[in-house]
């Protein structure tokens, strides 16, 4: 009995440090391939043709007080031939709309809505006096998803690129992005970048100066996770053609398949992550040859939590977006009708990150338990905890030295070893305190709680709000 | 030693479940230290390019640009840069390449190729791995010449993304007649992917260009012909003209939105006729880009047809019509002013205020800025 549930858990960890170390050589090959295909030589002709597609920036905000002004100046900065903003302000109960107005002296404009998506009642639309491409719109409460609606309904270029209020965007990331559109001859619909932490980056007229490991000892915990997730985890996804989200904080579509999709759902905490699997699915059942890619180049940096509470909620609201999205299109899982995502991505969310938390948990309790009552094997709990700081250890190393090799974000040795020590310690508490987080998650959906959690910005550094 | 191989051997011994697991555990092992192998190596060559490229920086590099007039000391620099490997001659020739232009350019591209990297790019571009034809294509597009040209037709109907930079760079040395041939084998299906051949045609000068439209009626794909006379309208007007008539009466309607889009860019009396005959297209889309091709042109004629199209039944004819009105100074306010008061379709009056708001709104910064 206890053989076989030593077994089961370690096995369990093996298949999960398995998956990783293969996507992480999947990524590697992945991002040798964007190496050779990317193409700076033509950045130039790119930026300077009138032929480039028009891209509308939607930006929701729910009191963003504190990034909102840099936010919209990165926006603006952003090196694009032919873009317009639009910020979406969700009802805020802070400055958000006040900042905006002041910032950029706003006045009252009236805009013709196509409205090919339901959404809820605009209150008014404004345009900034001070740079014309920049529209504001005020609407009734209606969530992050349907503020992007309402985007939808009001833009009128062929591509979208979503993008969170709490984020700054690379100079040239949205270019990225759409070159990769333009040159692809394989229908792709949308297209995603890494996304980097904001924190212990210094913000000045909405452009990133300096990047280093933040000060914040949780936040480098999560610097190390978003590494390993955009990094290894999706770009070796790509590999696969089975990437199932497209982060909230930065992606780009083609306008008229999110429309034809029905744009984003309201009832659901992780429109990200439901908007990509559904496209995935609208696609495949109409046998309609697309892609959904994935890029390495960093094109947006956003700012993590650096509270246990807040945190915590994140983490909750994501497990539960999760579950959503996981259940809203479980006819995908194991159907060879789907291809890769069906037999592939689908499977792995639903073991490793769906039920993982709860497994690992089971883990702890055995332990806990054959240790009280005297039946723990030792030789075999060492093992365990060998594979689980070590492994997962090395795998975080490798994800950096595949970050050295092409992205370069980390570059000194003193951020290279807060890295390193962080990537060692998130084992010892981090991990945890996510664990529980993210089974509050899964406990409260089956409660039936749709709220996102109160979320509480701290602005960038350097930024003035 | 003894001590690991104990635990393991205890660990063994403990039951055939564990052993199972301890070989996946070893199997895992072994792929983690090839990982780590891999990377160490990779880091290792990374690190060796960057001394190279520091040496280089060091001891040949200065001094290029004030040898590039002179032949003697071109050929000394040469000698000692020519004792370095091709990789890095490349990585410190490419950037400032890619940086100059005109007779700078030249010389720097003239250096490139007497140090035989133009050569050994040529060589890769007809390479069997598909990642070293990229590379090498993505240098040809700065360094290559009409000599190449021919390299460039057979490599633009390589994978996708080859092409398009094969294409590209024969749009700057290619003649017509090769330039036709890349043409005739492209497909669009998308409106995305015509930015790439937007870029081709426009790096082709006027002359080329010229030659090149004797060939429109005979380019296959419908889309491709729309970029053409596009890209005609802007850079070869004159030639443009002559076959606007025959895209507007053309049954494609790709075609005819090319034709709706050039007429914008033209300013001839035969283009308006061929404008507002598109404006009463059957086809939306037509209407819509023959409505934005008026406003660019402007004149009474052109605010005339634009009020109409301001009530159309479709909403992008709609608002492009009354975008276009906005620009027309004080004819085009009138006319947004009486729609907005007197139309009779909701939808329109709707649009005209907007536009009038927003006419409003930046007269007013303009009048705050003065």
């Known amino acids: ?465 | 030693m003894s001590a690991i191989s104990g635990f393991f051997g205890s660990l063994w011994h403990s039951g055939g479940a564990y052993r199972a697991v301890l070989v996946l555990v070893a199997v895992e092992g072994v792929l983690m230290a090839l990982c780590a192998c891999w990377l160490s190596f990779t880091a290792i060559l990374m690190r060796r390019d960057r001394k190279l490229d520091a040496a280089f920086a060091r001891k040949a590099a200065p001094g290029l640009l004030a040898v590039l007039a002179d032949e003697k000391a071109l050929r000394a620099w040469q000698a000692r840069a020519g004792r370095f490997p091709k990789a890095v001659l490349r990585r410190y020739l490419e950037p400032r390449i890619m940086a100059t232009t005109g007779n700078l350019n030249a010389r720097i591209v003239d250096v490139y190729s007497r140090l035989g990297l133009l050569a050994k790019d040529m060589q890769q571009a007809e390479s069997r791995a598909w990642r070293t034809r990229m590379k090498a294509m993505r240098r040809l597009v700065f360094v290559a010449g009409p000599q190449q040209a021919e390299l460039l037709v057979r490599r633009s109907r390589d994978l996708h993304a080859i092409g398009v930079l094969a294409a590209m760079a024969l749009g700057r040395v290619g003649t017509p007649r090769q330039v036709f041939e890349v043409l005739r084998h492209i497909e669009l299906p998308r409106r995305l992917m015509a930015q790439p051949v937007h870029a081709m045609l426009d790096a082709m000068d006027q002359e080329r260009l010229a030659k090149l439209m004797d060939l429109w009626s005979e380019t296959p794909s419908p889309t491709v012909r729309r970029v053409l006379l596009e890209v005609a309208a802007r850079r070869v007007p004159w030639v443009c003209e002559r076959y606007l008539p025959l895209a507007a009466g053309n049954s494609s309607v790709e075609v005819r939105i090319g034709a709706a889009r050039s007429c914008g860019m033209l300013a001839g009396v035969s283009s308006m006729k061929v404008a507002l005959r598109l404006a009463i297209d059957e086809v939306p889309q037509v209407r819509a880009q023959a409505a934005r091709a008026l406003g660019r042109r402007g004149g009474s004629g052109s605010v005339d047809a634009l009020a109409g199209l301001a009530e159309d039944r479709d909403f992008w004819v709609r608002q492009n019509a009354v975008a276009a009105l906005r620009e027309q100074g004080d004819a085009g306010r009138r006319a947004l002013e009486e729609l907005s008061v007197s139309s009779r379709d909701d939808f329109a009056r709707d649009a005209a205020r907007q536009e009038l708001e927003q006419l409003l709104l930046f007269t007013e910064t303009g009048e705050a800025a003065s």
């Open chain 1, 1 to 465: 009995m206890t053989e076989s549930f030593d077994v089961f858990f370690l096995l369990y960890l093996v298949a999960l440090n398995g998956s990783q170390i293969v996507f992480l050589m999947l990524s590697a090959w992945e991002m040798a391939r964007r190496r050779a295909s990317q193409t700076p030589e033509l950045d130039a002709s790119t930026l300077s043709a009138e032929t480039t597609p028009p891209v509308t920036i939607i930006s929701p905000a729910h009191n963003e007080e504190a990034t909102i002004v840099e936010s919209v100046r990165g926006n603006l900065r952003v090196e694009y031939p032919q873009l317009q903003i639009i910020v979406v302000n969700d009802d805020s109960s802070d400055r958000t709309l006040e900042l905006l107005k002041e910032r950029f002296d706003l006045r009252p404009v009236s805009m013709v809505l196509h409205e090919r998506i339901a959404a809820k009642r605009i209150r008014s639309i404004m345009q900034s006096r001070i740079d014309p491409r920049l529209i504001v719109v005020d609407k009734e409460h209606g969530g992050k998803a349907d503020s992007l609606n309402v985007g939808l309904n009001l833009c009128r270029t062929p591509l979208v690129c979503c993008v969170d209020s709490d984020s700054i965007l690379s100079r040239r990331g949205l270019l990225h992005l759409v070159e990769v559109l333009v040159q692809d001859d394989g229908n792709t619909i949308a297209v995603g970048g890494t996304i980097r932490l904001g924190n212990g980056c210094v913000v000045a007229d909405g452009e990133i100066k300096r990047c280093t490991m933040p000060r914040n000892w949780l936040a480098r915990f999560q610097a190390v996770e978003y590494l390993r997730a955009f990094l290894f985890a999706r770009m070796g996804f790509n590999r696969l053609g089975s990437n199932l989200i497209l982060s909230g904080a930065f992606g780009l579509f083609v306008r008229e398949a999110v429309v034809d999709a029905g744009g984003y759902r309201t009832d659901t905490v992780g429109e990200d992550m439901e908007l990509t699997v559904r496209l995935h699915a609208g696609m495949r059942r109409r046998g309609v040859r697309y892609r959904i890619q994935q890029i390495p180049e960093t094109v947006c940096f956003t700012e993590a939590p650096e509270s246990v509470a807040v945190l915590s909620r994140q983490r909750d609201r994501w497990q539960r977006g999760l579950f959503e999205s996981l259940w809203r299109h479980r006819a995908m899982m194991l159907n060879p009708g789907y291809g890769s995502i069906g037999m592939i991505g689908f499977p792995f969310y639903v073991l490793f990150e769906l039920l993982g938390p709860v497994i690992e948990l089971c883990g702890y309790a055995w332990f806990a338990m054959t240790t009280i009552l005297g039946v723990a094997n030792p030789t075999f709990a060492l093992l365990f905890a060998v594979i689980a700081v070590v492994w997962q250890f090395l795998i975080s190393v490798e994800t950096l030295a595949l970050d050295q090799m092409y992205t370069k974000m980390y570059i000194g040795s003193k951020d290279r070893a807060f890295f390193l020590l962080a990537a060692f310690l998130e084992t010892f508490g981090y991990r945890q305190l996510t664990l529980l987080a993210r089974i509050r998650g899964l406990v409260r959906k089956f409660q039936g709680e749709k709220g996102w959690g109160r979320m509480v910005r701290k602005g960038f550094e350097g930024g003035a709000a």
